[in-house]
């Protein structure tokens, strides 16, 4: 919900359709304009992220993705799925990658609860799509996971983990 504020303009989000459902949460962020996506209909999934590439590159609109496609308190990455990238190859933009450092430390998923904590976040370069096609989309998606996993491992104080 944080990021909300702090988005650039013209930036939406991509959650999964259920979380519409969550209560005064899934209310606050269908207000907020998230785009959802209903991950058991693979045709409906599709249909919504082919709009949103027409709507990115017609109104110079920027999507929040988070690839790995659920939540996650390993510590870890876990493996990416491939529509944010089939995304940003039907649009030919960008990816640019951001990295949160882990919040294992501060976070007990048992009781689902914060402590007070730090999280570090880069930015990382764009990774040009332009020139690719769906064929490069493995190979796309496997080299943003190790970029990205290799800096969560840095900023989270795990190098070579």
């Known amino acids: 919900l944080g990021l909300m504020e702090v988005l650039p303009d013209d930036c939406v989000q991509v959650g999964k359709k259920e979380l519409m459902y969550a209560g005064s949460v899934g209310l606050i962020i269908y207000l907020g304009g998230v785009i959802f996506i209903n991950r058991k209909s693979t045709t409906s999934a599709k249909m919504v992220m082919a709009e949103v590439a027409k709507?990115?590159?017609?109104?110079?609109?920027?999507?929040?993705?988070?690839?790995?496609?659920?939540?996650?308190?390993?510590?870890?990455?876990?493996?990416?799925?491939?529509?944010?990238?089939?995304?940003?190859v039907q649009a030919q933009v960008p990816v640019i990658p951001v990295v949160y450092s882990s919040f294992t430390s501060f976070y007990n998923p048992k009781k689902n609860l914060?402590?007070?904590?730090?999280?570090?976040?880069?930015?990382?370069?764009?990774?040009?799509?332009?020139?690719?096609?769906?064929?490069?989309?493995?190979?796309?998606?496997?080299?943003?996971?190790?970029?990205?996993?290799?800096?969560?491992?840095?900023?989270?104080g795990r190098p070579g983990a």
């Open 55 to 88: 709507t990115m590159t017609a109104d110079n609109v920027k999507v929040w993705v988070y690839p790995e496609g659920t939540r996650n308190c390993t510590g870890d990455l876990l493996p990416f799925k491939k529509g944010a990238f089939h995304l940003a």
């Open 114 to 156: 914060f402590t007070s904590g730090k999280i570090k976040v880069e930015v990382l370069p764009p990774i040009e799509t332009k020139g690719l096609t769906s064929d490069d989309v493995s190979d796309l998606t496997d080299r943003c996971f190790h970029t990205m996993r290799e800096t969560l491992l840095r900023l989270s």
